[in-house]
């Protein structure tokens, strides 16, 4: 098995079965104890299955008292495993109104399911997914035409569905990677090859996630943004968490945005010692022969970033109240905290119709995407989001509350 995870985001309408298939995932690949299934299906017979059929939307269920009670699963995310490697699912609301849920919830996605109700087709929230997931730049896309028993298991429904979600995802420079007919209630190609559709011959879900690729983070130009100073023993410790790249004890590194040189002298972590390297996810604290470092800086390897106070980048506008162009924002990248303002507004449109509703707007308006210039109160160290999304991304916030999420372009 792979040693590093794939995190997985999985969207969808609220009525297309998101919870059904993760739950069918769950139990497909054995993640689920005796004692849970037992669990699960007398939840189900509660509902009215007395044929002890399991109904999978109660996985998720079952899996959220746990988390309520503070046990096994974190909050955010849960996790299966095939052959291959472990897989970290990053659930999405599917409401409108926490679509702003999505675009934190997909921060750290490297792959994504689609899903879509194959009886109801393409809705006006699938159309909004699909943009977030343009604006978030995942490509490793697999779309899940699901309910295909509703269908009649129907190759024809198929064909049209798949031609109208094709084209969308075209138009926002996604390539799907698989679309795929499935039943996430009867199983059918989930992770066994359906007796009711032979007329489709690509892969089953496991086997399309099981081809996609982990982001190389460790070819990736180092950064370590810092998150805390603590004064240990005398010594000044930086603590973060390594973004991109390999963090080395001995090695020159460079303090932006000042610029300035240092050496990794120490790496520390919790209970280990001689401690040499630090890869992309490690949570470390680190030592320097220099300057003491502090909130906000980021050390890297080389100096390849952007180094600047006026950013261009694609923001989705979360909240139901607009935004008037040169209103006071808060800008966070990492673990950098500048103030701004939204300077020019060069396009916004409507992610349901992909339309372009006006080119240098005053304002955005909710659940708009909008193209943007931002000018910071201070330079800020960045990089282009398709380089290395973790300093690529980042959310504004009013008034303490976050407001819109963004990549740089």
Known sequence: ?????????????????????????????????????????????????????????????????????????????????????????????????????????????????????????????????????????????????????????????????????VEVLSGLGITPSFVIPLSAME??????????????????????????????????????PVQDVYDIDGQSVAVGRVEAGILRVGEEVFILPDNTKAHIKEIKKYLEEDIKEAPAGDAIGITLDGQPLTRGQIVVDRVDSKITDTVKANIFWMVDKDYTRGVPLTFKCATQDVKCTIDKIFQRFDPASIE??????????????????????????????DKIQETGRFVLEHDGFTVAGGIIL
């Not at 559709?197 to 983070?217: H, Q």
């Not at 005053?362 to 995407?369: G, L, M, T």
């Open 187 to 224: 199983g059918d190609n989930v992770a066994t090859r359906s007796e009711n559709m032979k007329w489709y011959d690509g892969p089953t879900v496991l086997e399309a996630l099981d081809s996609f690729e982990s982001a190389k983070v460790l070819e990736r130009g180092m950064r370590f």
């Open 1 to 165: 098995m792979e040693e590093r995870e794939l995190h997985l985001v999985i969207v969808g309408h609220v009525d297309h079965g998101k919870s059904t298939l993760i739950g069918r995932l769950f139990y497909d690949t054995g993640c689920l104890s005796p004692s849970k299934i037992e669990e699960i299906k007398e939840s189900s017979a509660a509902e009215g299955n007395e044929d002890g059929k399991i109904e999978f939307a109660h996985v998720m269920d079952c899996l959220k008292e746990e988390r309520d009670q503070g046990i096994t699963i974190d909050i955010a995310h849960t996790f299966f495993n095939t052959d291959r490697r472990r897989y970290v699912i990053i659930d999405a609301p599917g409401h409108r109104e926490f679509l702003k849920n999505m675009i934190s919830g997909t921060s750290q996605a490297e792959a994504a399911l689609m899903l879509v109700d194959a009886e109801r087709g393409v809705e006006e929230q699938t159309l909004r997914h699909c943009h977030v997931l343009g604006l978030l730049g995942i490509r490793q896309v697999a779309v899940l035409l699901n309910k295909m028993d509703l269908t009649g298991y129907s190759e024809e429904t198929f064909k049209t569905v798949k031609a109208k979600i």
């Open 356 to 385: 372009v509703v006006e080119r240098d707007a005053s304002v955005i308006k909710p659940s708009e995407v909008a193209e943007v210039e931002i000018k910071l109160d201070k330079k800020v160290v960045v990089d282009s989001f």
